[in-house]
């Protein structure tokens, strides 16, 4: 019989590439959407036809508690969530709604109809915010810097308290910054290789970034679907660090993004103050020890690699829709 498994935030970058690995698999994959007026399947479109879409929301506990109950899935990934972090200050509300409570509701609903059922909820490095140690591990405290930050220590924190109260095969994936291709055009790495590719096909002269110092610990969203995906197959649930190790500067991104398109970015960034966040995330970087010993788990993809595959991406979209695509 075909495992099945719901995915929340399908339509995002990290939902669809766990779609595709799941499929791959042969679990039966239900993913929950909301309702929008303009269609946002670009990122799974190429496997509509394998899996089901359903209606709900992180907002709403009655659609949660319908679709476990109606597809009582095996798995739980709860990826959704409002992921960009200075929109978390334009909406810290909203942003603890989304992003905590949220996942209250999930392991509600969860709880409710079948505990049985195992989760994954979708942690993030902006928990470690003004780092405590270097690198980070799964017993370094949280410093939070923004409203995001702090709605994900609480969203971490509550899957802690269900599995400890109710015995749940709950995890918590704390996941460092990764990327690809279909990665949304608001986040740093797009924002840069999307911009070097409409500069070199004469679309575009400059791209305006912010703090050009922050360091990131950056990866391919590819491999760390695949940590999600192990994380739900142990004896015993856990939480875990998922990061390669390496970490590089903002100007570092730039440099290699727009070399690989033999450009000059001194000639084409412009920093605007306007992008400087209220409290800032200076350096993170992880080890995932943890993860390579228990789970077995290793990046595959080097950060070099993974912006030349994402700056050529960029300009073969470009280049085919003459500047009209969007992100896929
Ligand atoms: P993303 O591309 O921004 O996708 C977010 C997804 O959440 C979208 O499918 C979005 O649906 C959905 N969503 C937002 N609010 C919702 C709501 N109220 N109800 C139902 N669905 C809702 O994010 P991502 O990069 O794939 O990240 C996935 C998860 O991992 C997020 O929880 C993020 O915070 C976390 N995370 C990401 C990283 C990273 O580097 N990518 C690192 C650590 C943790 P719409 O399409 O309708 O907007
Ligand atoms: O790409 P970013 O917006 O990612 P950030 O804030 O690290 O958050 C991402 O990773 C988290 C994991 O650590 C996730 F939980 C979260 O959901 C999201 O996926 O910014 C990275 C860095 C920041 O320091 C920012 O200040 O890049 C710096 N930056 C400089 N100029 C910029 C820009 N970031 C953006 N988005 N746009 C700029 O123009």
């Known amino acids: 019989m075909a495992k099945r498994a719901v995915i929340t935030g399908i339509t995002g970058q990290d939902g669809s590439y766990l779609a595709d690995l799941l499929v791959d698999k042969g679990y039966e994959v239900t993913g929950v959407v909301r309702r929008s007026s303009t269609p946002n399947l670009l990122r799974i479109e190429h496997i509509l036809d394998r899996i089901t879409l359903r209606p709900a929301d992180l907002l709403d506990q009655l659609s949660l508690m319908r679709i476990v109950k109606d597809v009582r899935p095996h798995e739980f990934y709860n990826l959704a969530a409002m992921s960009f972090v200075p929109a978390s200050w334009d909406q810290p509300l909203l942003t603890g709604e989304f992003n905590s409570q949220g996942v209250t509701r999930v392991l509600e609903a969860i709880r409710q109809v079948d505990p049985g059922i195992r989760l994954y909820q979708a942690s993030s490095s902006e928990m470690f915010g003004r780092v405590r140690e270097v690198p980070q591990t799964e017993m370094t405290p949280f410093y939070p810097r923004s409203p995001y930050g702090v709605s994900k220590v609480f969203a971490h924190y509550i899957t802690v308290n269900y599995r400890e109260s109710y015995d749940m095969y709950a995890c918590s994936g704390i996941l460092f910054n990764h990327e690809s291709p279909r990665r949304g055009l608001e986040f740093v790495t797009r924002k840069v290789t999307d911009g070097v590719a409409r500069i070199k096909l004469g679309l575009a002269d400059h791209v305006g970034l912010g703090n050009l110092d922050a360091c990131r610990d950056w990866g391919f969203a590819g491999d760390y679907v695949r940590a999600m995906w192990l994380m739900l197959q142990q004896d015993e649930p856990d939480d ?19 070399g690989h398109a033999g450009l000059d970015w001194r000639q084409h960034v412009r920093v605007d103050p306007a992008l400087l966040r209220p409290a800032e995330v200076d350096h993170l970087i992880g080890d995932a020890s943890k993860g390579r010993r228990v789970l077995g788990w290793e990046p595959t993809m080097s950060f070099e690699k993974l912006i030349a595959m994402m700056v050529d991406a960029d300009l073969a979209r470009l280049a085919s829709s003459a500047g009209a695509g969007v992100a896929r």
């Open 240 to 258: 875990y660090v998922i990061a390669t190790g390496v970490s590089h500067s903002v100007r570092k991104l730039v440099e290699v993004a727009f």
